[in-house]
């Protein structure tokens, strides 16, 4: 599940750091990922989107992720 707010809305600040607190959720900062990352999440919305390729093998997919 993604999230996706504001951060300029001192409010929406406000519940993301009370949810933070509460350590239940993994949360991860999009400015924070590596190169890496943002390509895998890119894909992941990308496959949830309909889209995406098909790769043959894990090689495969590490060769389209870089």
């Known amino acids: ?3 996706t707010y504001d951060a300029r809305n001192t409010m929406a ?3 993301i750091d009370f949810i933070c607190s509460l350590r239940i959720f993994n949360v991860v900062r999009e400015d924070k990922l590596s190169a890496a990352e943002k ?3 890119a894909a992941i919305k ?3 989107n309909g889209g995406g390729t ?3 093998t894990f090689d495969d997919y590490l060769k389209a992720i870089q």
């Open 39 to 41: 390509k895998t999440l």
């Open 1 to 3: 599940m993604t999230l």
């Open 46 to 48: 990308e496959i949830e």
């Open 54 to 56: 098909v790769c043959e």
């Open 13 to 15: 600040q406000r519940v």
